[in-house]
């Protein structure tokens, strides 16, 4: 709003209300290419299953225990 106070040229003055007015009266949201909104639940669904690949995933990786150390330093 003190933007809109200093501001002189009259274009972005018009702009600058337009724009207020937007954000006061309709609500925000994000978009995936207009093709879904993207809310709470979807995030929350996104980062659920990416932390659920992670996981999965760490069980196939393989232990660093002493025996396969002992024997890389062997040989």
Known sequence: MELLLKT???KTRRELRTLIS???H????LSACGIFKLDY???KSMVTGVITY???LMQFMPL???KSTDDKDKG
């Open 41 to 43: 639940t979807v995030i």
């Open 54 to 56: 992670i996981v999965i």
């Open 22 to 24: 937007q954000m006061h």
């Open 8 to 10: 002189r040229d009259r």
């Open 26 to 29: 309709g609500r925000i949201y």
């Open 64 to 66: 660093n225990d002493e």
